[in-house]
Every structure is written in structure tokens, then in C-alpha cells.
């Protein structure tokens, strides 16, 4: 089983940004999907972004849109979520997710980081 490991999360006020980095213990299968959740104070879990691990398809949350971006670098075996324009509602723990669908349903993925703490102040 892959082991993923998120790291990059901090303490930011609105308006700046933070870079996340989820690193995979072995390369993803070509056709995994990469996606990031997050999870806020008394918030269930959501979806972020997604990309396929192949490239391209990127989709991300309607907010998070032009906020944030998702990439790759598959040499390395990281998925990146640059996050720009921060707010204090995206504060929330961070998560990294590897599955087999194109798909933002959690239930889906299969292998799951430990979580990285983003906290956004106003």
C-alpha cells in the first residue's frame, strides 16, 4: 500500500499563500487519481482538487477555483495544491488521497496521508 505524507501546511493571514506537498512512498499506478480534502473545525470532510496522476483533468471545488492550483511532479512522485488568496474559511486540516476514479466522493480513495494543518487568521 502506498504511504502518502503531506507536509507545507503553517499559520497565514488572509490573503497570503501556502504551498502543500504530498509525497508518495512508491510512483502511483499510471491511471490513480491525486486529490486533496480538507477537514475544518466541526466540518465534515470536502473535496479540494483532483488531478489524474498522467497528467492533465485537473477539477477543483467551486471554492477554491482560481485560488488554488494542483500539479505534479511525477519524477519526484509529489502532488503539489499551491494555495493563493487564502481565507479563514480554508482553514482546516489537509489530506492528501490516492484512488482509481475521477471522482470528488472521499469514499473513493483508498489511501490517505496523516493530514497537514493549514490555519488561515483574519
Known amino acids: 500500500q502506498v504511504q502518502l505524507v503531506e507536509s507545507g501546511g503553517g499559520s497565514v493571514q488572509a490573503g497570503g499563500s501556502l504551498k502543500l506537498s504530498c509525497a508518495a512512498s512508491?510512483?502511483?499506478?499510471?491511471?490513480?487519481?491525486m486529490a486533496w480534502f480538507r477537514q475544518g473545525p466541526g466540518k465534515e470532510r470536502e473535496f479540494v482538487a483532483l488531478t489524474r496522476w498522467r497528467g492533465g483533468s485537473e477539477f477543483y471545488a467551486d471554492s477554491v477555483k482560481g485560488r488554488f492550483t494542483i500539479s505534479r511532479d511525477n519524477p519526484k512522485n509529489i502532488v503539489y495544491l499551491q494555495m493563493d488568496s487564502l481565507k479563514v474559511e480554508d482553514t482546516g486540516v489537509y489530506y492528501c488521497a490516492r484512488g482509481s476514479q475521477y471522482t470528488s466522493d472521499h469514499l473513493a480513495y483508498d489511501a490517505w496521508g496523516q493530514g497537514t494543518q493549514v490555519t488561515v487568521a483574519s
Open positions: 512508491e510512483r502511483p499506478y499510471s491511471r490513480s487519481v
